[in-house]
């Protein structure tokens, strides 16, 4: 049984591999991050740690009181630092990483703000982990021993236990029931154990245990005080009565109901039923004449229209050429729809185009005397251009909503206008048809040119008498 | 077609540190405030404020989550079933087995259609990634990954590239070239490193980003040309298991469903957690978003799918049967949402009429349990991919 107290002082040399666990879905659904040892890189930090705490060049440690208690063999995080930065001559970035590392998997366990693993450059207090609970050891950090650690400590003081370490309190109690008596035989001797060393041996073990279970067991979900915020702005958010929004769903499926090819045939025929693809080519973009259904969707809404590339061409058109003594204010959409893409491409285009997007952007749309220039509001245009100084992919989001919102007050006009230019041209007509006109014309043509049977004619001149 | 589903989150000067960023409204002390979120995370970590302590907190974390439920309640004033009944009923659906489409060598686990309607990509067990002409039944492309159990794989918006990615905790983009000879293994590109293995991916409206869900318990979005981490997503207490982006005119935010059964929505632009559902009773397997992007339905071990309206703010209706006893895996919507197409574990779909709550049809075929199912971008097709190493095309 696992209860031994080993002092820090003595060097252990590093024990091999430890198991790597993975699983597809893991069977204990309440673990957050998997804990997986890298062996080969953590035999290497242990052979730092040891030279760290060489008496004569490692790190300088003294003895601090806390508490009531004096801890030996305390460490500053600054000292940490000087030392790294000695040893490895690099920057301090990269040794602040590092010793941060030597904190993260648990070789140096802080004192106070026992939960944050990080590595302070101040006066901080450290102590060097005892190479009993390094994670290259033999033994890997089992459900039992979690379990058998927080029971000792429910037996010591009830309730010291934290809300994430009751989580995985009830969930061990399910998961183990079958061995709990055993768990907690094994709490209470390991609690009387404890109770017999000395008071300063006892606080530096429960340190120690506490740090190591702390890195393999890491607190997971928010802090209750990031809950609570989440709670009040969820009450805040605006919310819509059911009856309002079931409707807005209902009415989605009514109005679609014929576009879908499960529900309505779609014309001229389903590709995958009748092996012919005549669907698709007409719905191409460059298409001659788009479908009535297809222009029919384009009348739902804006984003059905800009959604479709052949109805967004079609609507750039419209703008241009349809109405040449179009009145100004529906001009100018031909820059909001300018615009609107520019912002589009903005927002997922590589990270690296941002900053001359950006600029093109507003030269082109947003500048005083630009030669696009969109009409938005004061407070929107102050805000984006202000923006721009630090430009990243969402900085158009307030404009680009806003020049939505305007073309959308067209919408209706446009996609009638569109609609009824769909019905003056001609429908189209299906290939079939046309092969079946073009045989008739022959066969009159034939007929036409033929010799007359003037025997036939005769008698059919006859019958109709 | 409807409007935003939530209110915008603000974008300007931080009343806290002053950076320009998106905004969230909190609350500190019953004044609102606006703050950026990497101050609202530095300060909900300081730990207690005065006059707190972890009682005191709990207290108040419990009577919010009271008023949260009191406040949905207020607003729940007629059920999907009621609003239904006006709706006439389906005609029965006469679907069947179009394409059967054979050239993997092991369990097929995901696919993805392309933008073209016609092509898709498969991935599969033994880390082969295929991409076919369904209509034809050729298969175009074909990649070899060096691990196995290749769990997400996505088609690019242009049709240029697909992502794919698994146990190796990667996920990577693949330009595909027209050149048959050419081994497209060389213009690999690795964008996605997680800690834990990728069980989802999908592309932005652009190739130049990709959303990620890992068995690590987040998601993330990143840039494909640098690889770059642009922002991540935490909050699930469990592996996430699948995600699926609004297809708003917005489109900016998306829901994620992981193994604690939650299904959480998050706004792209800020890294934060927007909504969050509770109400499975075992592990989320597939989460997807209705047409419209004000509702979403979520598949799980527990033999339901569910769906939940996003403006109210709840569950809205449970597809369940005695009959049906084995996890749901995967669903998504037809076209206009009347459907709701459902793979399970016992080897069937289930087409669901989503504002009735009844099943309309059950299609079976395959010979061990499906894995996706995914409706053509026009609507005209579903394709469902199996464990019995064949995808099938339903029409």
């Known amino acids: ?465 | 077609m409807c409007d935003q589903t939530f209110v915008a989150i603000t974008f300007g000067p931080c009343d806290c540190c002053g950076k320009a960023s998106p905004l969230m409204n909190i609350y500190i002390k019953s004044e609102a405030t606006n703050y950026c979120s990497f101050c609202v995370e530095v300060m909900a970590t300081q730990g207690l404020q005065a006059g707190e302590s972890a009682a005191s907190l709990k207290k108040e974390s419990d009577s919010l989550k009271k008023k949260l439920e009191e406040e949905r309640a207020k607003l729940s004033d007629i059920e999907l079933s009621q609003v239904a009944e006006k709706i006439e009923v389906l005609a029965p659906l006469s679907i069947k087995t179009r394409r059967v489409l054979k050239g993997h060598g092991n369990k097929v686990l995901c696919m993805d259609w392309c933008k073209d309607k016609r092509r898709l990509v498969s991935s599969s067990q033994d880390g082969k990634v295929i991409v076919w002409d369904a209509f034809t039944l050729n298969k175009e492309h074909g990649v070899t990954l060096p691990c196995t159990w290749v769990l997400a794989c996505a088609y690019a918006p242009s049709g240029c590239a697909v992502a794919c990615g698994g146990l190796d905790n990667k996920c990577s983009v693949f330009p595909l070239s027209l050149d048959k000879n050419e081994n497209l293994n060389t213009k690999k590109k690795s964008v996605a490193m997680h800690t834990n293995y990728v069980s989802g991916c999908t592309f932005t409206s652009s190739d130049m980003q990709i959303l990620t869900s890992s068995g690590d318990g987040t998601c993330a979005l990143w840039d494909v040309e640098s690889g770059q981490l642009l922002q991540s997503f935490h909050g699930h207490t469990a592996d996430v298991l699948s995600l699926d982006l609004a297809p708003s005119e917005t489109g900016n935010t998306f829901v994620s469903g992981g193994c604690d059964r939650k299904a959480n929505v998050w706004d792209m632009r800020s890294g934060q957690n927007i909504q969050s559902f509770e109400c499975h009773e075992s592990d989320i397997n597939c989460v997807k978003y209705y047409p419209s992007g004000d509702a979403f339905a979520s598949a799980s071990d527990d033999a339901t799918c569910r769906f939940y309206d996003l403006r109210a703010d709840r569950e809205v209706a449970v597809y369940q049967k005695d009959s049906i006893i084995f996890g749901a895996s995967t669903v998504d919507f037809s076209l206009s949402g009347r459907l709701l197409f459902a793979g399970y574990n016992d080897y069937t779909i289930n087409a669901w009429d989503v504002l009735k709550g009844t099943r309309v049809s059950a299609l079976f075929g395959h010979e061990n349990r499906v894995s996706r199912v995914r409706v053509s971008p026009d609507g005209t097709a579903l394709c469902s991919a199996s464990w019995d190493n064949t995808l099938r095309i339903w029409s």
């Open chain 1, 1 to 465: 049984m696992r209860i031994c107290l080993r002092k820090v002082d003595l060097p252990l040399s590093p024990a091999p591999i430890s198991i790597c666990r993975m699983t597809i879905r893991t069977a204990r659904p309440n673990r957050g991050q998997h804990f997986r040892p890298r062996t080969h890189c953590l035999n290497k930090l242990e052979s730092i740690v040891v030279e760290m705490q060489d008496p004569k060049s490692g790190v300088k440690g003294s003895e601090q009181k806390l508490n009531v208690s004096t801890i030996p063999h305390v460490i500053t995080g600054k000292d940490v630092i000087a030392w790294i930065t000695n040893k490895m001559k690099t920057t301090p970035e990269e040794v602040q990483a590092f010793g941060t590392m030597l904190v993260a998997y648990g070789y140096i366990y802080p004192l106070q703000n026992h939960k944050k693993l990080v590595l302070c450059n101040d006066s901080s207090l450290y102590r060097f982990q005892t190479p009993y609970f390094w994670p290259t050891q033999k033994w890997v950090a089992e459900d039992s021993d979690y379990a058998i650690y927080l029971a000792k400590r429910n037996i010591r003081k009830k309730g010291m236990l934290e809300a994430y370490e009751q989580a995985h309190y009830s969930h061990l109690h399910d998961w183990l029931n079958h061995k709990w008596d055993f768990i907690v035989m094994q709490a209470t001797e390991q609690y009387k154990a404890g109770k017999e060393r000395n008071k300063p041996d006892r606080v530096v073990f429960d340190c120690q245990e506490r740090a190591y279970w702390i890195v393999s067991r890491p607190p997971f979900g928010l802090p209750l005080s990031f809950q609570n915020i989440f709670y009040q702005q969820a009450i805040m958010r605006s919310k819509v009565k059911s009856s309002v929004s079931l409707g807005a769903l209902t009415k989605y499926v009514t109005t679609y109901k014929n576009h879908d090819p499960f529900l309505a045939p779609c014309l001229p025929s389903n590709p995958w039923q009748t092996d012919h693809d005549a669907y698709w080519t007409c719905n191409t973009r460059r298409i001659d004449v788009p479908t009535k259904m297809r222009v029919e969707r384009w009348s739902f809404s804006l984003f059905e229209l800009l959604s479709d590339l052949r109805g967004r061409d079609d609507f750039k058109v419209f703008l241009k050429k349809e109405f040449s003594g179009m009145p100004p204010h529906l001009m100018r959409h031909l820059s909001n729809l300018a615009f609107w893409e520019a912002a589009e491409e903005l927002k997922w285009g590589t990270a690296s185009s941002m900053t001359s997007k950006a600029e093109t952007i507003f030269k082109t749309f947003l500048a005083p005397g630009a030669p696009r220039w969109i009409n938005i509001d004061g407070r929107t245009m102050g805000l984006t251009v202000k923006g721009l100084d630090h430009p990243h992919r969402y900085v158009l989001e307030a404009a680009q909503t806003h020049v939505f919102l305007l073309m959308k007050k067209v919408h209706v006009l446009v996609s009638n206008k569109l609609e009824q230019n769909a019905q003056n041209r001609s429908l189209g007509v299906h290939p079939v048809i046309v092969w079946q006109q073009e045989e008739e014309e022959k066969a009159k043509a034939a007929a036409a040119s033929a010799p007359v049977d003037v025997k036939a004619m005769m008698s059919k001149i006859d019958r109709k008498k």
